[in-house]
T-cell receptor, first 112, second 116 residues
Framework: KAGVTQTPRYLIKTRGQQVTLSCSPI?????VSWYQQTPGQGLQFLFE???????NKGNFPGRFSGRQFSNSRSEMNVSTLELGDSALYLC???????????FGPGTRLTVT | GENVEQHPSTLSVQEGDSAVIKCTYS??????FPWYKQELGKGPQLIID?????GEKKDQRIAVTLNKTAKHFSLHITETQPEDSAVYFC???????????????FGQGTILTVHP
């Protein structure tokens, strides 16, 4: 069974630009969560989507947004990029009724 | 909200020794406690988990224990091997039936180094 896939794997953007990251969950998984990983703050929850609806949101500014499509694929968008947005962005998927979450390899975003 | 503290931040052991990583959580509603292993350049990999209705769970060389009263849980790795070297994260969640759905709150991570 294919795992969680994320594209692109690496991105370099300039301050003020916006970026869109993509995540394809494991087949049959309808819940997708996004996390930001930085050396200083560790792994922090961004939001979770299920059936195209955002069910939960972490403590991030409104510049961070996401969406989910009918095939469960998800995208997250960061507008007006800041240097502090440089991080590894991880996507995780799970079956809605189950506890286990499986992570993708992440997208490494560098903001210059 | 939930807060998870993880110790130690770094752990160095000799091959064949045991390694123990400890975490404490604050929200008594948390009922699911997974452990993840993250290798360089990869995403976190789920290695073992435990639910609050169980006190201990083992899978070959790894085991996790949970003390609900004290709100702490631990990862035990026996007979460590160099390939166990990685960053390990604990996490806590109220589970899919809880108000936070699938949200995981992570500890700060432990860098485990196993010397041959």
């Amino acid at each position: 069974k294919a795992g969680v896939t994320q594209t692109p794997r690496y991105l370099i953007k300039t301050r003020g630009q916006q970026v869109t990251l993509s995540c394809s969950p494991i087949s049959g998984h309808r819940s997708v969560s996004w996390y930001q990983q930085t050396p200083g703050q560790g792994l922090q929850f961004l939001f979770e989507y299920f059936s195209e609806t955002q069910r939960n949101k972490g403590n991030f500014p409104g510049r961070f947004s996401g969406r989910q499509f009918s095939n469960s694929r998800s995208e997250m968008n960061v507008s007006t990029l800041e240097l502090g947005d440089s991080a590894l962005y991880l996507c995780a998927s799970r079956r809605d009724s189950l506890y286990e979450q499986y992570f993708g390899p992440g997208t490494r975003l560098t903001v210059t | 909200g939930e807060n998870v503290e993880q110790h130690p931040s770094t752990l160095s052991v000799q091959e064949g020794d045991s390694a123990v990583i400890k975490c404490t959580y604050s929200d008594s509603a948390s009922n699911y406690f997974p452990w993840y292993k993250q290798e360089l350049g990869k995403g976190p990999q789920l290695i073992i988990d435990i639910r609050s209705n169980v006190g201990e769970k083992k899978d070959q060389r790894i085991a996790v224990t949970l003390n609900k009263t004290a709100k702490h849980f631990s990862l035990h790795i026996t007979e460590t091997q160099p390939e166990d070297s990685a960053v390990y994260f604990c996490a806590a969640s109220t589970g899919p039936g809880g108000t936070s759905y699938g949200k995981l709150t992570f500890g700060q991570g432990t860098i485990l180094t196993v010397h041959p």
